[in-house]
């Protein structure tokens, strides 16, 4: 069983900075894409980052290009998702997932294993 645990949620001000981390249990992290989705309030469950087992592509929401950043150590089992330029529109939770394999995908449903979530809360 993979858990994967985020961390680096919490409030600011529009125009500012956050970091979020996943960190994933197992030994095997390389080989699996990770995703950030995130859900607000009376919202479905959204696509946000992706990123390939060896972090070589990246894959962004056309509402967060430009402004955040998907990134990940795989000798730590980790990924992050560095937001910048925060609008109160991003406010939500954020959920990290496990990829079905090494090529990330938009869907939810190509997700397998998820996060606990971790609430971003930007203030205008």
């Known amino acids: 069983q993979v858990q994967l645990v985020e961390s680096g949620g919490g409030l600011v001000q529009a125009g500012g900075s956050l970091r979020l981390s996943c960190t994933a249990s197992?030994?095997?992290?390389?080989?699996?894409?990770m995703g950030w989705f995130r859900q607000a309030p009376g919202k479905e469950r959204e696509f946000v980052a992706a990123?390939?087992?060896?972090?070589?592509?990246?894959y962004y929401a056309d509402s967060v290009k430009g402004r955040f950043t998907i990134s990940r150590d795989n000798a730590k089992n980790t990924v992050y998702l560095q937001m910048n330029s925060l609008k109160p529109e991003d406010t939500a939770v954020y959920y990290c997932?496990?990829?079905?394999?090494?090529?990330?995908?938009?869907?939810?449903?190509?997700?397998?294993?998820w996060g606990q979530g971790t609430q971003v809360t930007v203030s205008s």
């Open positions: 997932a496990r990829g079905r394999g090494f090529s990330p995908n938009m869907g939810a449903r190509d997700y397998d294993y």
């Open positions: 197992g030994r095997t992290f390389s080989i699996w894409a």
């Open positions: 990123i390939t087992g060896n972090g070589g592509r990246t």
